[in-house]
Nanobody, 115 residues
């Protein structure tokens, strides 16, 4: 079992920036892919960004050019740098990991963008 712990959410004004962090409980192997999903009230959970152990990235169209996902120097850590935030980015953000067919989720961190 892999546990994921997120941090870095909060309240920011539109146009501002936040950085989310996620650390996995294991460093004994390199997780295949890690990423971030988000869910706003009344909406389905959606992919925001994902990065593989090889460094390939994938972004939702709505965040391309504003958000950057990266893996940290420590094994199985991932960051989401969010710039030019908009009120529509307000949501619970969940760290996500996939390894050998198994999926793991963090408990989420709230990002609120005020207009």
């Amino acid at each position: 079992q892999v546990q994921l712990v997120e941090s870095g959410g909060g309240l920011v004004q539109a146009g501002g920036s936040l950085r989310l962090s996620c650390a996995a409980s294991t460093t004994s192997f390199s997780i295949n892919a890690m990423g971030w999903f988000r869910q706003a009230p009344g909406n389905q959970r959606e992919l925001v960004a994902q990065i593989t152990s090889g460094g390939s990235t994938n972004y939702a169209d709505s965040v391309k050019g504003r958000f950057t996902i990266s893996r940290g120097n420590a094994e199985n850590t991932v960051y989401l740098q969010m710039n030019s935030l908009k009120p529509d980015d307000t949501a619970d953000y969940y760290c996500h990991a996939v390894h050998l067919g198994a999926t793991f989720w963090g408990k989420g961190t709230l990002v609120t963008v005020s207009s």
